[in-house]
């Protein structure tokens, strides 16, 4: 059972479409992050929201958390074929922290 | 910039045998955590500690162990290698709970 469940699990789109990636859960999350994670590598983190109804902006990249702060959207405007790669949200289990959980991931292929 | 560094980055394993990853980091992070990544199955945590000489278990933690000796290390122990531990594993670590910094990854493979 996913805590954190992410949708779609598989994107292929052509080079300047547009594209949301989804982030859901049942549970509130005190702030949910996105990383980005290229082949070979580790994931690199992209943003946190931590308010309800935020929105975050990076370049072509908007990320959002819901007001109930239960789900996160990223959406990508005008993809590229460097955006390629595999979009992970993430949130910590406990308020305390200590425990980071992920969702399962978003492999998004963007073709030129 | 070191940040997190693991080793070994490739490794390949009988069934049976032991090892231990090695991971360590520079930035005085106070949380460390191991996960392992499986094809869609996301990131998911082994064991984490939130400073030297505490460690607890993660969603995951049967069939590794882990020691948090110093604020630096946390190594990663596999007793019996299985097949079913082949997979990717990355050490990480942050200050608190944000930001986690992640290595490059181990690949494990258990024949």
């Known amino acids: 059972t996913q805590l954190l469940e992410q949708s779609p699990q598989f994107l292929s789109i052509q080079e300047g479409e547009n594209l949301t990636v989804y982030c859901n859960s049942s549970?509130?999350?005190?702030?949910l992050q996105w990383y980005r994670q290229e082949p070979g590598e580790g994931p690199v983190l992209l943003v946190t929201?931590?308010?309800?109804?935020e929105v975050k902006k990076l370049k072509r990249l908007t990320f959002q958390f819901g007001d109930a702060r239960k789900d996160s959207s990223l959406h990508i405007t005008a993809a590229q074929p460097g955006d390629t790669g595999l979009y992970l949200c993430?949130?910590?289990?406990?308020?305390?922290?200590?425990?980071?959980?992920f969702g399962q991931g978003t492999e998004l292929s963007v073709k030129p | 910039n070191a940040g997190v560094t693991q080793t070994p980055k490739f490794r390949i394993l009988k069934i049976g045998q032991s090892m231990t990853l090695q991971c360590t980091q520079d930035?005085?992070?106070?949380?460390m955590y191991w996960y392992r990544q499986d094809p869609g199955m996301g990131l998911k945590l082994i064991y984490y500690?939130?400073?030297?000489?505490?460690?607890d278990k993660g969603e995951v933690p049967n069939g590794y162990n882990v020691s948090r000796s110093t604020t630096e290390d946390f190594p990663l122990r596999l007793e019996l290698a299985a097949p079913s531990q082949t997979s990717v594993y990355f050490c990480?670590?942050?200050?608190?709970?944000?930001?986690?910094?992640f290595g490059e990854g181990s690949w494990l493979t258990v024949v």
């Open positions: 990480a670590s942050s200050y608190e709970s944000f930001t986690i910094y």
């Open positions: 549970s509130v999350f005190s702030s």
């Open positions: 929201v931590v308010t309800g109804g």
């Open positions: 993430a949130g910590p289990f406990y308020n305390q922290g200590g425990k980071l959980i």
């Open positions: 930035m005085n992070h106070n949380y």
């Open positions: 500690s939130v400073g030297a000489g505490i460690t």
